[in-house]
């Protein structure tokens, strides 16, 4: 049974900073061997792909984020890291990782909270 855990999230002011990591447990070798995603979901909105690691560190992101945030992966430790800078209040939701596809059960997301 896979685990995804998520931290680093909170409150800041637009312009801030954080760092999200997530953790995962239970994959096995299958962690190192798929593409990691950052999603987001805001209330009353679609979940939304921010951005996105492939196994060989192929990195993608939304639109809406690029150049404000980066994607990395540790393959040793399972880990899956999003460094958002910038950050606007149209970023506030709770965020997410997980595959791209084929969704591994989702964890508790940390929510992020971006005020003017």
């Known amino acids: 049974q896979v685990k995804l855990v998520e931290s680093g999230g909170g409150s800041v002011q637009a312009g801030g900073s954080l760092r999200l990591s997530c953790e995962v447990s239970?994959?096995?070798?299958?962690?190192?061997?798929?593409?990691m995603v950052w999603w987001r979901q805001a209330p009353g909105q679609e979940r939304e792909l921010v951005a996105a690691?492939?196994?060989?560190?192929?990195?993608r992101y939304g639109d809406s984020v690029k150049g404000r945030f980066t994607i990395s992966r540790d393959n040793d430790k399972k880990t899956l890291t999003l460094q958002m800078d910038n950050l606007r209040p149209e970023d506030t939701a709770v965020y997410y990782c997980?595959?791209?596809?084929?969704?591994?059960?989702w964890g508790p997301g940390t929510q992020v909270t971006v005020s003017p």
């Open positions: 690691a492939s196994t060989t560190g192929t990195t």
């Open positions: 997980n595959r791209p596809n084929a969704f591994w059960d």
């Open positions: 239970g994959s096995g070798r299958v962690f190192n061997q798929v593409t």
